[in-house]
């Protein structure tokens, strides 16, 4: 089982909210990402790191900013929510070429 | 086009039926391949995970790689209703970022 946790599972809140889902892996691996998805539509990354003070834009824009300044942890903060940010944010790591663990995820409403 | 194709379905079965669910892909340096599980409303789940041509048994579960004709696909024998979910196939090369296909809807009917 993956050591990947993800809070808050579930988020309600208004436009114009900063929000910051938190993202943690104890399995010490150095790459981190986040996929924004859908229902029923397919995974878009939208941020990675491949390590401390490591992170990069991923292939689908997003206003969301991401840090990583502990190995463990890789928050993505939204600065001022709005209704079309309304998603699922998958977190997931992985260790070189081994294979990639995804967290529970966290469905984000912005009303 | 897409570096990764799979069909989105949805593919709807009965109980019992062998499923085979497939991604085809054109970037011949891809490495390794994987095939996970979504349940609704969950993160995806690691199901297989192989990094050469073969195929590779885990249970009711066989995954398959051609390199050759760059595919590769997923046999579920004895399918269960508990199978029904979103079947995602991704791949990759080096430490470079995973490429996901667009996931298959299945539908186990009791």
């Known amino acids: 089982e993956a050591d990947i946790y993800q809070t808050p599972r579930y988020l309600v809140i208004g436009t114009g909210k900063k929000i910051t889902l938190e993202c943690s892996q104890t399995?010490?691996?150095?790459?981190m990402y986040w996929y924004q998805q859908d229902p029923g539509m397919e995974l878009h990354l939208i941020h990675y790191?491949?390590?401390?003070?490591?992170?990069e834009k991923g292939d689908l824009s997003s206003e969301s900013t991401v840090s990583r300044i502990r190995t463990e942890h890789f928050p993505l903060t939204l600065e001022s929510a709005r209704p079309s940010h309304t998603s699922q944010y998958l977190c997931?790591?992985?260790?070189?070429?081994?294979?990639?663990?995804f967290g529970p995820g966290t469905r984000l409403l912005v009303l | 086009q897409k570096e990764v194709e799979q069909d989105p379905g949805p593919l709807s079965v009965p109980e019992g039926a062998i499923v085979s669910l497939n991604c085809t892909y054109s970037?011949?340096?891809?490495?390794?391949f994987m095939w996970y599980r979504q349940y609704s409303r969950k993160g995806p789940e690691l199901l297989m995970y192989?990094?050469?041509?073969g195929n590779k048994e885990d249970g009711r579960f066989t995954a398959q790689v051609d390199k050759s004709s760059k595919y590769i696909s997923l046999f579920i024998r004895d399918s269960q209703p508990s199978d029904s979910a979103t079947y995602l196939c991704?791949?990759?090369?080096?430490?470079?970022?995973?490429?996901f296909g667009q996931g298959t809807r299945l539908t186990i009917n009791p």
């Open positions: 192989t990094y050469s041509s």
């Open positions: 991704a791949m990759g090369r080096g430490a470079q970022k995973l490429v």
């Open positions: 970037n011949s340096a891809f490495q390794y």
């Open positions: 997931a790591s992985r260790k070189e070429q081994e294979t990639q663990y």
């Open positions: 399995m010490g691996h150095d790459k």
């Open positions: 790191s491949y390590g401390v003070n490591s992170t």
